[in-house]
């Protein structure tokens, strides 16, 4: 099926002014598809237009969650099914589209995602989140800017205080360090979490750290001093080469 020229899924990706993909949740299925040489095509939505477009295709929207409509999304081509968030949609792929295979959790990976979260949190929500408007449209911009400063309670040029962000960094330390051990368990039978072949995990770390490039190239070397991180995008830069 993954061999067919025409489309089979269109997935709905966050827009910005350098025409490529930057969401970390979109990338972990954009790594999906071009892993699994699944052919598709992109439908960029600025914020603002993300919750009209879905809802106008009849998206079943996420009551429980912060918000009821984002990206990731996909469309079925061949079911004309629609699925939202990066998880249901992953699942989905991996049971449609089997092969090659991609495991979707191990307990290794659990553990990663978990740590990678808690320690890297902080210092991209003071690095990352407010260097995003450089690269959205005015109208996105306001978007943004009004929706996060509401949750943050605080201007996000605020959140830039070079000594706060080296200091959020600085905190990571440690904790990136123990991360990157825990990525390189494996590293004697191949460059990724599980050994020689990619899984979910993989495409969870590769896609964070090219938002954080996308978004701002310093930013990304901070993470790239950090062996067990170089590593995985490194191996995953074959995965990476369509962005839009």
């Known amino acids: 099926m993954a061999a067919q020229t025409e489309t089979e899924i269109v997935l709905y990706d966050l827009a910005c002014t350098k025409n490529v993909c930057f969401s970390p ?67 989905f792929l991996e049971s449609t589209y089997p ?32 260097r995003e408007t450089d690269i959205l449209s005015p109208r996105a911009q306001d978007y943004f800017r009004r929706t996060r400063e509401a949750f943050l309670g605080r201007r996000l040029e605020d959140m830039l205080d070079p000594d706060e962000e080296e200091q959020s960094w600085k905190a990571a330390g440690d904790g990136m360090r123990a991360v990157t051990e825990l990525m390189r368990t494996n590293k004697a039978e191949g460059p990724f979490i599980l050994g020689a072949r990619p899984s979910y995990t993989d495409f969870f770390i590769a896609g964070t750290l090219q938002c954080a490039r996308v978004v701002n190239e310093g930013v990304f070397q901070r993470n790239m001093e950090y062996a067990g991180y170089k590593d995985i995008y490194e191996a995953c830069l074959p995965y990476m080469e369509r962005k839009d």
């Open 25 to 91: 949740t979109v990338w972990r299925i954009r790594l999906m598809l071009n892993y699994k040489r699944i052919p598709y095509r992109t439908v960029f939505l600025e914020f603002p237009d993300i919750e009209p477009t879905l809802k106008g295709l009849g998206v079943v929207p996420n009551e429980a969650g912060q918000l009821k409509y984002a990206v990731p999304a996909i469309q079925h081509v061949p079911t004309n099914k629609y699925i939202m968030e990066s998880q249901a949609i992953a699942h």
């Open 99 to 130: 092969d090659p295979p991609l495991p979707l959790s191990s307990e290794l990976g659990s553990k990663i995602e978990a740590q990678s979260r808690t320690v890297l949190g902080t210092a991209f929500r003071t690095s990352v989140m407010p």
